[in-house]
């Protein structure tokens, strides 16, 4: 049972990124899937969470309108489509689930993480 996730990297502000996150070993198609961040010296903040088959998405009104939650549970992945970046975003960004079909804040699983630096 594992999240992997890619795609991070530094980007100037104002730039786009597109993190991707790879599950296996559980039934992904059944499981809200989320992204939460943790910045240095902060506690972990959540990002964004996206139902079951994607119908419904969340977002943090730090990321509202900026960030995009998607998934192919075809692929058991999930992503994160990020414009307009700002240095504030930068973060080691994590995916996470609590392996449930409905909204949760607390996670049983999550990856390693990318970082995500944004600055000039």
């Known amino acids: 049972v594992q999240l992997v996730e890619s795609g991070g990297g530094l980007v100037q502000p104002g730039g786009s990124l597109l993190l991707s996150c790879a599950a296996s070993g559980f039934t992904f198609s059944n499981s809200y899937m989320a992204w939460v961040r943790q910045a240095p010296g902060k506690g972990l903040e959540w990002v964004s969470t996206?139902?079951?088959?994607?119908?419904?998405?969340y977002y943090a009104d730090s990321v509202k309108g900026r960030f995009t939650i998607s998934r192919d549970n075809t692929e058991n992945t999930v992503y994160l489509r990020m414009n307009s970046l700002k240095s504030e975003d930068t973060a080691l960004y994590y995916c996470a689930t609590d392996f449930k079909a409905y909204f949760t804040a607390t996670y049983a699983l999550r990856g390693q993480g990318t970082q995500v630096t944004v600055s000039t």
């Open positions: 996206i139902s079951t088959v994607g119908i419904n998405t």
